[in-house]
């Protein structure tokens, strides 16, 4: 995701809710989410 300039945590806290966090780290502008959606997709853990 961080492509898309987006950064995200996931907790649980004490009463048992789990939350997610998102962070805008940089805006993406529409050609460029394009050109990510037309690439072919790579996972980070490979």
Known sequence: MKD????NSMF??????QW???QI???VS???RIQLWEKPQ???YE
């Open 42 to 44: 790579e996972t980070e």
């Open 4 to 7: 898309y300039g987006v950064i």
């Open 12 to 17: 649980i806290d004490p009463f048992g809710y």
């Open 30 to 32: 529409f050609e460029e």
């Open 20 to 22: 997610m966090l998102h």
């Open 25 to 27: 780290e940089r805006e």
